[in-house]
């Protein structure tokens, strides 16, 4: 992102707008990118919490081992 034109007072930066308007859009963008970093990184720290807690990777299952192994066939 290239940043000299962002201070510049005699010209929009894009045609058609105002100057304030620019500013408020970019403040805007930046706000909501910021958001998705802390949310990254706040994913990130609960995973590492969750392994020093014993937990591993998401997506692995348990297995019940008090059920048969082979369910009893229906009698007909």
């Known amino acids: ?3 000299p034109l962002l201070f510049r ?3 929009a ?3 058609g707008e105002e100057p304030q308007a620019q500013m ?4 805007a ?3 909501r990118t910021l958001g ?5 990184v706040a994913d990130l720290i609960e995973a590492q919490r969750l392994e020093r807690q ?4 998401q997506n692995n299952f348990l297995r019940r081992l008090d059920q048969d192994p082979v369910p009893p066939s229906k009698k007909e």
Request: with cysteine.
């Open 1 to 3: 992102m290239k940043l």
């Open 9 to 11: 007072r005699d010209k």
């Open 13 to 15: 930066i894009r045609q």
């Open 24 to 27: 408020e859009k970019l403040l």
């Open 29 to 31: 963008e930046s706000l």
């Open 36 to 40: 998705q970093v802390c949310a990254k």
């Open 54 to 57: 014993g937990y591993t990777q």
